[in-house]
Nanobody
Framework: QVHLVESGGELVQTGGSLRLSCEAS????????MGWFRQAPGKEREFVAA????????SYADSVKGRFTISRDNAKNTVYLQMDALKPEDTAVYYC???????????WGQGTQVTVSS
């Protein structure tokens, strides 16, 4: 089973930037994709961004397009989320996930809290 550890979240002002990291460890790691999701208080978890592991092809939710950039370091089994021009509505716990090729898994990390103050 893949173990996921997210980091990098903190309190930031509106318009600020953060870079989140998610390191995957465990059995031989060669997923189809990795992605970021977030869950705000009282809301369901939602998709933020994903990246195909071999090609690096990214995809984004409309709400973050042009502000967030997903990238990965295959050698480190790590995916990153560069978040710029942050807004209060970006406040949430951010989680990463792995798609082995059959859809997003049920294995989640502990998440990292991002709080954007207005």
């Amino acid at each position: 089973q893949v173990h996921l550890v997210e980091s990098g979240g903190e309190l930031v002002q509106t318009g600020g930037s953060l870079r989140l990291s998610c390191e995957a460890s465990g059995r031989t790691f060669s997923p189809y994709a990795m992605g970021w999701f977030r869950q705000a208080p009282g809301k369901e978890r939602e998709f933020v961004a994903a990246i195909r592991w071999r090609s690096g092809y990214p995809s984004y939710a409309d709400s973050v397009k042009g502000r967030f950039t997903i990238s990965r370091d295959n050698a480190k089994n790590t995916v990153y989320l560069q978040m710029d021009a942050l807004k209060p509505e970006d406040t949430a716990v951010y989680y990463c996930n792995v798609d082995p090729g059959a859809g997003w898994g049920q294995n989640w990390g502990q998440g990292t809290q991002v709080t954007v103050s207005s």
